[in-house]
């Protein structure tokens, strides 16, 4: 990876879940209970149904929220507040991340399906309190989710950063498809290598991967 794909890159974007933590923490296993038990008591199924419903919204929509909003009009708010109390204690500090996206030239941010109340939390769990320059949740694009451009735009909008000179770090494969073609370079960050063409970089240690370009 030549440090130079990155040399007009003035503004750096952090998925959070499963990017600024790794995946063996299994923090979404806990959210996903959550969820699941929401959707019983909002919808009033049975604990199949909506982990069914769980999963399909997520395929469909982008996440469970959105197609709880979209079929059913359920209040994001106190939805985001349910599922996203869980715990953080197996959650450990990590300095050396925290001293490599500080290198970075520009800002960071954070951008996150889940919502920025619960982000602080994981942010200051991982020991990047301070790190970053704003943080923004699935409210801050009217609860409209990555996957979609809409999404991408509005938070990009609201911050004010121009894609072109921007790169976006995600776990999840397809919501780097918006950002591929808003001009934006690509990381995707997680075990299992994907070859798409909207896909520019992989990594499995976001660290060490920025521990490259500073």
């Not at 359920?74 to 959650?91: A, E, K, M, Q, R």
């Not at 960071?108 to 769990?125: H, K």
């Not at 999840?172 to 934006?184: C, I």
């Amino acid at each position: 990876m030549p440090k130079n794909s990155f040399s007009h890159v003035n503004t750096w974007v952090f998925d959070l879940d499963n990017t600024l933590y790794p995946p063996a923490a299994r923090l979404f296993d806990q959210i996903e209970v959550r969820m699941t038990r929401y959707v019983m008591q909002a919808l009033d199924v049975d604990e199949a149904r909506a982990n069914y419903l769980r999963k399909h919204y997520w395929h469909e929509y982008g996440t469970t929220l959105a197609g709880l909003m979209r079929e059913h009009d359920v209040d994001p708010t106190p939805y985001l507040v349910d599922v996203h109390d869980i715990s953080l204690d197996h959650l450990v500090a990590d300095p050396m991340l925290a001293t490599h996206i500080r290198a970075l030239p520009g800002r960071s941010i954070v951008y996150t399906n889940g919502s920025a109340p619960y982000a602080e939390r994981v942010i200051e769990a991982r020991g990047l309190s301070g790190v970053f320059d704003a943080v923004y949740g699935v409210e801050h694009a009217g609860f409209r989710p990555k996957p979609e451009a809409e999404a991408f735009e509005m938070i990009f909008s609201k911050d004010g950063l121009d894609p072109q000179k921007a790169a976006m770090f995600e776990d999840d494969a397809r919501n780097l498809q918006a950002p591929h073609l808003m001009g934006m370079s690509t990381v995707h960050v997680a075990p299992t290598a994907i070859h798409e063409n909207h896909i520019h970089h992989h990594t499995d240690d976001l660290g060490a991967f920025l521990a490259r370009l500073c």
